[in-house]
């Protein structure tokens, strides 16, 4: 059914294996047949497009530490004045060189 919100849930090679040293946080994360719980709500419309609408918990962890989206808007927003419009967060690994 389209346009119906729903948890996002992802698996692939770009999706982390788990939380190191915690077997715990990681059985929270993924389900049972290995799909990670990324914490986004999404519609799929009727053309095929992913469409985020939310987030089940604003917060968001980064490399095992937890940030408010607001608060890294804000200190962005401080530093960067009046040179930004939007911030939009999203996760980003860097490649190994």
Known sequence: MTDEPGSLEM???TVFDGYYNNAEATAEAFTCDGW???GDQATIDS???LN????????MNI???KHLPQDIETLLRQALAPRIG??????YRASKS
């Open 11 to 13: 698996r692939g090679s």
């Open 36 to 38: 990670f719980r990324t």
């Open 47 to 49: 053309e095929g497009n």
């Open 52 to 59: 985020l609408i939310g987030r089940a918990k604003e917060m």
């Open 63 to 65: 490399n095992g530490l």
């Open 86 to 91: 939007n911030v939009t967060c999203f996760p």
